[in-house]
């Protein structure tokens, strides 16, 4: 019986704020690895999504970097985008092209003419995550949960730093999250 108090007491933090929201947490792992997915791509009940944080920008906007070494905004959609898509096609069993392991390409290939259509491009691959875990058995969902849970880590760690980004930039209206 203690254990199952101590248990109750230390998943209380992580549920609270569903809760609080009137939501019930999720209780499958599709369920988890789609709130997760969702959380970083179209919904704003954890924190600021993609689909909000690349919102409104130019092209202008997106090429602009706040130094040397750092990333503008669009190297940043698209290196999210770059992952994302390799990783899902391997998810769904085609294999992406042959990578160099040259990480920074993932970045530099970013042009601001085509900042529109990569825009598109990331909304898509988000959706297109969320329909294959949707649309998966359970055994693969269970083979592929750690990098599920991975593509959604690394797409809220990149998020962030476009936030960090378009705040240098000015151009973040903190009406929309993140003060």
Request: no cysteine.
């Amino acid at each position: 019986m203690k254990k199952l108090a101590v248990l109750l007491l230390l998943t209380l933090p992580l549920s609270a704020p569903a809760l609080a929201q009137g939501k019930k947490p999720p209780t499958t792992l599709r369920g988890v690895l789609l709130e997760q997915l969702h959380t970083t791509h179209d919904n704003e009940d954890w924190f600021v999504p993609a689909s909000v944080a690349v919102d409104g920008l130019t092209a202008d906007q997106a090429k602009w970097s706040p130094g040397p070494g750092n990333h503008s905004i669009g190297q940043l959609a698209f290196h999210i985008w770059y992952w994302d898509d390799r990783e899902l096609q391997e998810f769904n069993g085609v294999k992406p092209p042959p990578f160099d392991g040259n990480n920074n390409e993932t970045f530099d290939n970013f042009t601001p003419a085509q900042w529109t259509d990569l825009v598109k491009k990331l909304n898509q691959v988000l959706a297109d995550w969320e329909k294959a875990v949707e649309s998966a058995d359970d055994a693969k969902l269970a083979q592929n949960a750690s990098l599920i849970a991975h593509v959604g880590a690394h797409n809220a760690y990149h998020i962030g730093q476009i936030l960090y980004v378009r705040k240098q930039q000015g151009v973040w209206d903190p009406n929309k999250g993140v003060k």
